[in-house]
């Protein structure tokens, strides 16, 4: 395997400002990934993508360099992960390192460990498109989702003649804490027209994804006690 880890840490964010540096147990929120990261992989491997100034500050006091600041068309709401992916893929490719495997790690799940990393990477060949990781989700289609009809009327979103929770479909979520991707797949296609992906099981407070700031208070009392 030739890896290529990239951590994507753009400096907007509407629901916690500043997010990927703000600080959760004592250290910048992207710290926790960074660490991960280096539990698997040497830092030359490890590409930190960000528009932001500050944040590459943040990220080199760990000694980790940030090779460049990402294009401005690259940081706005608009600018989609795919083509951060790529941008970093051929930043890589452009100065002579040819990947075959992309590891992408969201710095917004901190309880994710170099350990979770390793067993998903063992579930990864190079006949798949992608190893993501997930987590058994609450909200089962078979059992507490519905849709509305074109009369107005609730139906369940999946169909199946279930009495309790127990007997359902185990069904999963994608928990954003890693993507492991064949470079070759994403080259061709985007991650949600992917046919061949394997699942990585995580418990639930590991797939925690700090979203908004009621995520930022959850995981700031998981750290404290």
């Known amino acids: ?32 990934t960074i660490e991960a990261a ?45 083509e951060v992916l790529l941008h970093a893929i051929k930043f890589s490719e452009g100065n002579g390192y040819f990947p075959d495997t992309l590891i992408l790690l969201q710095p917004t799940s901190p309880f994710r460990t170099g350990e979770h990393i390793k067993e998903a990477l063992n579930l990864y060949h190079n006949e798949l498109d992608m190893v993501v990781s997930v987590k058994e989700t609450k909200s089962n289609p ?23 929770r127990q007997d359902v479909p185990k069904v999963w979520e994608i928990n954003g804490a890693i993507y492991i991707i064949n470079i070759e797949s994403i080259k061709n296609k985007e991650v949600n027209r992917f046919e061949c992906i394997k699942k990585y099981v995580m418990d639930y407070i590991s797939s925690i994804d700090i979203d908004d700031k009621l995520d930022f208070q959850i995981a700031s009392l998981i750290k404290l006690n």
């Open 1 to 32: 395997m030739k890896p290529l880890v990239v951590i994507p840490a753009r400096g907007g964010s509407k629901g916690v400002p500043r997010k990927n540096i703000k600080e959760l147990g004592g250290k910048s929120l992207i710290y926790y």
């Open 38 to 82: 280096r539990e698997v992989f040497e830092d030359k491997y490890i590409m930190v993508s960000t528009d932001d100034e500050e944040i590459k500050e943040v990220v080199e006091r760990t000694g980790l360099k940030v090779p460049f600041l990402r294009p401005q068309e690259l940081a706005t709401d608009e600018a989609g992960t795919h």
């Open 142 to 164: 078979y059992y507490v989702l519905f849709e509305e009809n074109e009369e107005g009327y609730l139906r369940k979103s999946k169909e199946g003649d279930f009495t309790r």
